[in-house]
């Protein structure tokens, strides 16, 4: 009787991401998958009618897809305050040593740059709906897979966190077979994509912050968007491959000491 007027042990809750992070990744990264194919279907579908293609080739499927995501993972982030589990670092604590850890992405999107060569549009209008789509996809993107996908994989291991987050984000982009293109270019782009989330992962750990990661990955989307080459410069591809692979052994075998002490920040926080 006495026990049930004293002090009650509270309780620590934790999501479905928490308890079960494989079965949820897969889940999640099943859902975009299909919704992205569904959504590309469909557009391709609208696009084959007499007086539709006009309007529906200037729409991608992140564009249909995507807002949900968003409306999601703000929920997720600033509704249930998970921001600061995933982002702990604010950008006003940077110091030169995390904004020098950006200047190889930086290079990355400068290669990009000669491969895609960009050309601005004549209408503001659409000039500042592929900013906003890329800024969406730059969110979208590194809040789910070096967000929410490393938080839940964190506890299990640094290594593991880096790798299934990264290859989730690789196996996402390998609808790209679904577009018709070269067997060998969509290969490439694949291991472009897994190496492109290694390195966004370990420079998550590094920087303990997801903000300058979405600037990173808006705008190599964004050269993207306003590229005008015809076919994929599988030559730039496989330097930035290269230049990926160094950097991301870089990172790996160069954490500073205070790695360790900024992962069981991250790790421990809930």
């Given at each position: ?91 006003p604590q940077f110091k030169v ?174």
């Open positions: 009787m006495n026990s049930m007027n004293g002090p009650q042990p509270t309780l620590k809750t934790h999501g479905f991401g928490e308890r079960h992070p494989y079965w949820a990744i897969v889940l999640t990264t099943l859902v975009l998958a299909v919704l992205l194919g569904a959504a590309g279907t469909a557009l391709y579908l609208m696009g084959s009618q007499p007086g539709a293609a006009g309007v529906v080739q200037q729409v991608q499927p992140v564009m249909l897809v995507y807002p949900f995501f968003t409306g999601w993972l703000a929920m997720m982030f600033f509704t249930r305050r998970q921001w600061r589990g995933v982002s702990p670092r604010p950008l040593a995390q904004w020098s850890l950006f200047l190889v992405p930086l290079l990355v999107v400068i290669i990009n740059l000669f491969s895609q060569h960009p050309a601005l549009p004549q209408r503001m209008g659409y000039l500042v709906s592929l900013i906003a789509l890329a800024g969406l996809v730059g969110f979208v993107e590194e809040g789910l897979y070096r967000g929410l996908f490393m938080k839940w994989l964190l506890p299990r291991g640094v290594v593991t966190a880096v790798l299934v987050s990264s290859v989730a984000f690789a196996l996402t982009h390998a609808l790209n077979l679904l577009g018709g293109q070269s067997l060998s270019a969509t290969a490439l782009q694949i291991a472009f994509s897994l190496l492109f989330g290694v390195v966004a992962a370990l420079l998550r750990l590094r920087a303990a912050s997801l903000l300058p990661l979405m600037l990173w990955h808006a705008a190599f989307d964004l050269v993207s968007f306003l590229g005008t080459a015809k076919h994929e410069n599988l030559g730039l591809l496989a330097l930035n491959i290269a230049v990926l692979a160094l950097y991301a052994g870089w990172l790996t075998v160069g954490q500073p000491r205070n790695t360790t002490t900024v992962l069981r920040t991250q790790v421990g926080y809930s």
